[in-house]
């Protein structure tokens, strides 16, 4: 059955390669299917499952498609995807049409929660730095995502000039939802030799 999900997933990522580059990673019992980390579709157990939207409603209904069933401790319950049929596998332009429709939604979904998740929220930010953030017109996550570390870290500093390297790993932290700790030691590289750099030239380099 693992084999039938790999196959499947190399088959999503051939099909629906116009949405973007599809990334894949166990969830579930299965894997789920994401393009920059928006998951718009399930594999299970070699099938394929959109995730359902108001777009794609009439379809799921007209056809009867039944939704993605996992067990959880003993209970079956279903998940908010839909059952990919042979029939429409055959229709490669009413598939990419359904799982585009899949994605976009996932994306507003997830702007919709980001525009109304707090600072504090995020990992490694405090109510103190949150409130930094917000003198410097950092208000919400999706506009501290927007504007990247870097450059509120610069913000910052016009605040406080003895500001550190360990805030501008906890901003670039709380962007990628892990503790600043947890940083890839490359982008933690990175961001040490900016944040020299910045520090040589006294000056904001933007």
Known sequence: ME??????????????????????RAHFGGYSLSVDRIVFAMVAE???????????AQ????KQAPLLM?????????????????????????????????????????????AQLRLRDLPNLSCQLEILLHEAGIQD????????????????????????VKVLFALEGAIVGVHEAALPANRRQELIDWFNDVMKKGANPF
């Not at 999900?5 to 580059?21: A, F, H, M, P």
């Not at 070699?46 to 794609?56: F, K, T, V």
């Open 141 to 164: 996550a999706q506009t501290l995502r927007m504007l990247g570390a870097k450059v509120c870290w610069l913000r910052l500093r016009k605040m406080n000039k003895q500001l550190s």
């Open 59 to 62: 379809y799921a209904v007209a």
């Open 3 to 24: 084999d039938l999900s790999y196959q499947r997933i190399y088959q999503s990522r051939e099909y629906l390669n116009s949405l973007g580059q599809i990334s894949y």
């Open 46 to 56: 070699g099938e394929l499952y959109l995730r359902a939207c108001d777009e794609s």
């Open 70 to 114: 996992f067990n959880k401790r003993g209970r079956q319950l279903s998940l908010n995807y839909y059952f990919v049929s042979d029939s429409l596998w055959g229709d490669r332009s009413l598939l990419l049409q359904l799982s585009t429709f899949a994605l976009d939604a996932a994306r507003r979904e997830k702007a919709q929660r980001e």
